[in-house]
């Protein structure tokens, strides 16, 4: 009878063969004693070596580079000591535990023996014992058996198992810990299927190889949480840009090898552990629903942005069977669109083995030629037809959308690149109330507050359907959002007291600057009045603010510049009152690219509608930086000390208008060959500039980091600050238009 020698004592799998496997001896890789192993098989013919020696990848990882020498002996070093010692000529096969972790964490639907692999120590640990089994194998003529395990469950992987973790949280009323929301999809296989597998290859002739132990199903992890009713104050949300998106195993080999094989139900074990009675949870990705499926017909539509969709409505109308959406975008993947998954092109690959499919329908309006061209190129080497929309038949709108713009057409665009962003870690775990909420820079700041891991957010706006849609968009137990005025200053004193509030984000304003001209009286209450109010509660609750301000405050000639400049003057004002360090920050930048009402979308607008784009004048210029950009520079002011309070961002250098426009139009013109480009010059509106600037002219810049600038500037003068202040207020309450600009234009001018 051959012999199983199994090396690894403590490893899941060898306590589930242990179950399964008939004349075994299990070895620890620490304490392995070569002697001992070769009395142990001195009587035999054959063995079967089985290697399950390595460290969990979780301590592994943790530990890092400095102990990689121990991690070589239990692992590398031990399987070259057994080939040393042990005759080639008694083993009969080998197998390894490997896992799934060697591939490349971006693959969707893993390869077979494929070399695109991801760097964690872990994962190159495994993949180095894989090529030494291997050179070893084919160079002795030994059958090898490379398992690379999924995600296992069973009693005995309790202490890295997700299901088993999730089993004993919800047994034991614990917290758990959701990554991404639980979008990932994982393919949870259970021991007892591996130990029986391993079983099977150890007594049957099989073709040796690399083999995926997976169920070729693929559940979502929100699903499974879902299944077992968590509360979602058990839920603790974390972000991980290096999590898995997908990781379901390719398993067509094994399944082959295994002929009929029934794997263990995942719905049905949770039922049995926590005795509950529900439905099934459904996988979904299937392997096997793809095979029983057999259809024929079936379309991929190509980009699951707005043209995508319109694309998929048409289709839907026309009875089409829409299979997938295939995005490019990881944030879409692994999400649906009305029920219908949308996947990598890796994954579409993969999937068209057990599809037909008839077309494939490219909706990408944004790619320039040469990028359509290799597209195209690239879709045909693994599909028939493939058609490039919007088609005529098909062509519901051929208007551009900015959010269908991709990063290389924004730097395009603004012939700049986009800033890198990073993890500000004075953020963490801190209480943050954020003025203008629903606006686009306070919108912006929330969400990303959220992947700063902040401990509490506090959203207030005065737009009711702005405050609605947010709560829509973000619904995450870590950030409120409150319909309030920020001049109502009792209510909003009672919400910093409330949450203890440690940060605030003045970002509410008014900012068109066409409409402040015959607004004044309002811009003053909501640009100045409600900041000098917020700027007091701020010092009296010990708060730290970052005021965000404008390139128009710079050098200004508009209402909305005097407000924001005088906003800037009472924020200095404070700063000279407040003794301790929590200052207030005064942040100053450009345009933002896709905000409301801004040129830019205004410019879309008329290209949409082919009518000639309206410029102020072909030589104006305007510096203009993405929200994304803006509202990451700011929150990362909070992180830098300066003696200046004033920070300016580093926006590049000015686009000139008209091209702009053209840059636009160029985009246009790739979805509509028929398209033609028109402007015409109206002319500078009042409190418009030919040119913006970021600074006052006695203002000297300096720098603090790649991307910030300080500004040097005279302190405010206490005392006229205080005078010419109290004669705005009281020309506002009277209602005094020209008291109220003077008093403006004293403010910036004298103080």
């Not at 130990?195 to 099977?200: G, P």
Request: glycine share 4%; proline share 1%.
């Amino acid at each position: 009878m051959i012999k199983n020698i199994i090396i690894g004592k403590d490893s899941s799998v060898t306590n589930f063969l242990c179950k399964y496997l008939k004349n075994i001896h299990v070895f620890s890789a620490n304490e392995l004693n070569v002697n001992e192993l070769k009395d142990k098989i001195k009587n035999s013919k054959k063995v079967n070596l089985i290697f399950n020696n390595f460290y969990p990848s979780k301590n592994l990882n943790s530990i890092g580079i400095k102990n990689y020498k121990k991690f070589c002996e239990l692992s590398l070093e031990k399987i070259f000591l057994i080939f040393e010692k042990i005759p080639s000529s008694k083993i009969n096969k080998i197998f390894y535990t490997s896992s799934a972790s060697v591939y490349r964490i971006s693959e969707n639907l893993n390869y077979q023996d494929k070399d695109n692999f991801n760097r964690e120590l872990y994962s190159s640990f495994k993949l180095a014992a894989e090529k030494l089994i291997l050179n070893y194998a084919k160079s002795k003529r030994k059958e090898y058996f490379i398992m690379r395990l999924f995600n296992t469950y069973g009693k005995s992987s309790d202490e890295f198992s997700f299901i088993e973790k999730i089993i004993k949280a919800k047994k034991n009323n614990k917290k758990i810990f959701l990554i991404n929301n639980g979008n990932s999809i994982r393919d949870f296989i259970h021991l007892k299927d591996v130990a029986k597998i391993y079983k099977i290859f150890a007594e049957k002739k099989i073709n040796k190889g690399i083999y995926n132990l997976g169920t070729g199903k693929g559940y979502l992890i929100k699903d499974v949480v879902n299944f077992l009713n968590f509360s979602e104050s058990k839920i603790i949300r974390k972000e991980n840009i290096n999590e898995f998106h997908n990781s379901i195993a390719q398993n067509k080999i094994l399944i082959h090898e295994l002929k009929s094989y029934k794997f263990f139900d995942l719905g049905l074990y949770l039922k049995r552990k926590l005795k509950i009675k529900r439905k099934k949870i459904q996988p979904v990705i299937s392997h096997e629903n793809y095979l029983n499926k057999n259809i024929n017909n079936g379309v991929i539509i190509y980009g699951a942005g707005y043209a995508g969709k319109q694309i998929y409505s048409e289709l839907i109308k026309n009875n089409e069977d829409v299979l997938f959406f295939v995005d490019d975008n990881l944030k879409l993947q692994n999400t649906r669109y009305q029920g219908t998954p949308i996947i990598s092109y890796r994954n579409l690959i993969n999937l068209s083995k057990y599809y037909r499919i008839k077309k494939v329908y490219l909706t990408i309006p944004s790619l320039d030629k040469k990028s359509l061209d290799k597209m195209i190129k690239k879709i045909k080497l693994n599909f028939f037809d493939v058609r490039y929309l919007p088609e005529k038949k098909f062509l519901i709108s051929d208007k551009i959308d900015i959010q269908d713009f991709n990063i290389n057409q924004i730097n395009s665009i603004l012939d700049r690149k986009q800033i890198k962003l990073r993890k500000i870690k004075k953020l963490s775990n801190k209480t943050i109330l954020v003025t203008g909420a629903a606006g686009t820079i306070g919108s912006e700041i929330c969400r990303q507050l959220i992947q700063q891991n902040a401990k509490r957010i506090i959203g207030v706006d005065k737009s009711e359907i702005g405050i609605y849609n947010q709560q829509k968009k973000v619904n995450r137990k870590e950030i409120s959002f409150h319909l309030l005025d920020v001049n109502d200053t009792y209510f909003l004193e009672k919400i910093i007291k409330k949450y203890n509030v440690q940060i605030i984000f003045h970002a509410a304003a008014y900012k068109h600057v066409n409409i402040l001209e015959n607004n004044i009286f309002i811009a003053v209450k909501n640009n100045i009045l409600a900041t000098y109010n917020i700027c007091k509660l701020a010092k009296q609750n010990f708060c730290e603010m970052i005021f965000i301000s404008t390139d128009k405050a710079a050098n200004p000639i508009s209402v909305l510049g005097y407000t924001k400049k005088v906003a800037e003057k009472v924020c200095e004002h404070f700063n000279s009152k407040i003794k301790n360090n929590k200052k207030i920050k005064i942040v100053r930048f450009g345009n933002v690219f896709g905000s409301s009402g801004s040129a830019i979308n205004n410019f879309i607008d008329k290209i949409n509608t082919e009518s000639p784009i309206e410029i102020t004048s072909k030589n104006a210029s305007r510096y203009f930086m993405t929200v994304l950009e803006a509202c990451h520079l700011v929150l990362k002011t909070t992180s830098i000390y300066s003696k200046q309070n004033i920070f300016i961002l580093n926006m590049g250098k000015p686009i000139n208008i008209l091209n702009l426009a053209e840059n636009l139009a160029r985009i246009k013109k790739k979805i509509n060959n028929n398209y033609i480009f028109r402007y015409k010059e109206v002319g500078l509106q009042p409190g418009e500039k030919l040119r913006e600037t970021l600074k006052d002219k006695k203002e000297i810049l300096q720098k603090k980091s790649k991307e910030i600038f300080t500004v040097s500037n005279k302190s405010t003068n206490i005392n006229k600050f205080e005078f010419y202040f109290k004669t705005l207020n009281q020309c506002y309450s009277k209602g005094q238009k020209k008291g109220l600009i003077k008093a403006l234009k004293n403010l910036t001018k004298f103080c």
